[in-house]
């Protein structure tokens, strides 16, 4: 970084004491200078127009005539923007007072004006900038960052995790060899990832946890989000459920389960399993537990597609 600032000091000055005659090749030898030490280290480690950026370009032929050009454009995948007269120019890499400067010679050196005022502002960062939360988050979208920041900073920004959010948060790091660092949600608050640190240009997906719905004659009725490696078996998730009611017939419970075959049917005692005289069940992601009313022998016999309906609307409820 003190490279770089060393770099603009001098290529400032020279602006400064430069004769008509050479200013054109300082503006282009600067130029490249900084080009290579962005190319060598970086968007991050350089504070530059970036690829995304958008800018406000005005220009003027004096300091109180009002601008003959202005107009909002975002830099394109080639670092380039559009300008009238001069087409593209790549201005991704340099500061706005740079490209300022880089543009002003454009049109003066090409005799399309005599006295050119050139101003930009950057009216909104792109990703290079930025970081991208996405996946189970309340809001996604493209967030600001100035330098490093907590992972959980960055998801505050994004309205906070969904109910069906997992615990595992894959991090997409901007660089030419993009690697994944998964992190693990603690109980009990917006510190959960501790010091995880993500930085400008990364991409953030929370990915969603698989869900078990349980159903019919329980206290709590909804979808329950299993834990991050998909684990939760039928004790657990009838726990989550707040148990049952006492008009429950658990000998009569059944066990509904996608299957590439289609949707299938199990009964399974229950009963049984609470008083540890058969092994608890396993569940996997969509399954769907339902529980009858023993006083009622035909709720047995309701059709899959009903109980399935029984699924629609509810509540899901995250154990984090």
Do not use: C, W
């Not at 080009?35 to 504070?47: N, P």
């Not at 959960?192 to 990915?207: A, H, L, P, T, W």
């Amino acid at each position: 970084m003190f490279k770089l600032l060393m770099l603009v000091a001098i290529t400032m000055y020279s602006f400064a004491q430069a004769t008509p005659d050479n200013l054109k090749s300082v503006a282009t030898d600067s130029k490249n200078e900084i080009r290579d030490e962005v190319d060598k280290r970086g968007v991050a480690a350089y504070d530059g127009l970036a690829v995304g950026d958008a800018i406000e370009i005005s220009i003027a032929t004096t300091q109180s005539a009002q601008p003959e050009y202005q107009q909002k454009e975002r830099i394109e995948a080639t670092g380039a923007v559009y300008l009238p007269l001069l087409g593209e120019i790549r201005v991704a890499g340099l500061t706005a007072e740079d490209a300022q400067v880089l543009i002003t010679k454009l049109y003066q050196d090409r005799k399309l004006y005599k006295l050119v005022i050139v101003n930009i502002y950057i009216v909104e960062y792109g990703i290079a900038h930025s970081v991208l939360i996405r996946g189970e988050v309340q809001k996604p979208g493209l967030y600001p960052a100035a330098g490093p920041m907590r992972l959980s900073d960055a998801l505050a920004l994004a309205g906070g995790t969904t109910a069906r959010a997992g615990r595992r948060v894959v991090i997409l790091h901007q660089g030419p060899s993009e690697h994944s660092e998964d992190s693990k949600t603690l109980r009990g608050g917006a510190d959960g990832f501790g010091k995880v640190m993500i930085s400008r240009g990364d991409e953030v997906v929370v990915e969603r946890s698989g869900v078990v719905y349980v159903t019919g004659d329980v206290n709590k009725p909804g979808g329950f989000v299993m834990d991050n490696q998909g684990r939760l078996s039928a004790l657990q998730a009838l726990a989550l459920a707040e148990g049952t009611k006492a008009t429950a017939a658990l000998d009569s419970t059944m066990l509904i389960r996608n299957t590439p075959n289609g949707r299938e049917t199990t009964f399974i005692r229950l009963k049984q399993i609470i008083h540890n005289k058969q092994p608890d069940i396993s569940l996997e992601p969509e399954d769907i537990v339902y529980i009858p009313q023993s006083a009622a022998k035909s709720a047995i016999r309701r059709t899959l597609d009903t109980v399935i309906q029984t699924t629609s609307g509810v509540i899901i409820y995250s154990q984090h």
